[in-house]
């Protein structure tokens, strides 16, 4: 029943790859944290608990948000009232910590005073494999604060996004719906605009 879909996925998972390489290379964030699953049986009671895998299917819907997530950013950036996700840099002294623990566990990979998305990722790639990754990961994470929402774009370290809101999940998150509502105003003031030049123009 699939198969005449499997051209477009086919496409589609060479477009995500793409994307995802774009982000690797501008410096985003791969936590590589182990998730975890509650497996229940038919009445609801927990059975046992299994690792979760991100399959190459989640990763390309992943990379497909967020793509249309930058994309509804610029747009609405562009004159347009909008509610942004930002994430703000590193944290002075949580950062401190990080460098403090760096220096205890001698770890070679040097930060600079303001890191950015590119400093803090190549410190985690260069600790991968090694009996600390994990440490390393749980503190550069603490160093970020936490995302949130504002109407002034700061962009979103995390993610190393110059412009970024939330689009994709209007189902779980409010912010989502007033961005759809955001652009419903934007497209219909830009009609009134065209229509107005229109009836100028007789």
Request: glycine share 4%; charged share 30%; with cysteine.
């Amino acid at each position: 029943d699939l198969k005449p879909y499997l051209p477009m996925l086919r496409d589609l998972k060479a477009c995500a790859d793409i994307l995802r390489k774009n982000r690797e290379n501008r410096g985003a964030l791969e936590f590589d944290f182990p998730e975890y699953k509650v497996i229940l049986d038919e009445e609801g009671t927990p059975l046992r608990i299994e690792k979760r895998n991100r399959g190459d299917a989640e990763k390309m819907i992943e990379d497909a948000m967020i793509a249309a997530n930058e994309t509804v950013a610029r747009f609405l950036e562009a004159g347009h009232t909008s509610v942004y996700r930002i994430h703000d840099h590193p944290d002075g002294d949580k950062l401190f910590s990080l460098k403090k623990m760096m220096a205890i566990f001698g770890v070679a990979e040097k930060l600079p005073k303001e890191p950015e998305p590119k400093d803090m990722q190549r410190l985690m790639e260069s600790m991968k494999g090694k009996e600390i990754e994990a440490v390393v990961q749980v503190m550069t994470l603490r160093s970020l604060p936490q995302a949130c929402y504002s109407t002034e774009n700061k962009g979103h370290f995390g993610i190393a996004s110059t412009c970024y809101t939330h689009f994709t999940s209007p189902i779980r998150r409010y912010p989502d719906l007033m961005v759809h509502r955001l652009i419903r105003q934007a497209l219909r003031n830009r009609l009134n605009k065209s229509q107005l030049k229109k009836q100028t123009e007789f």
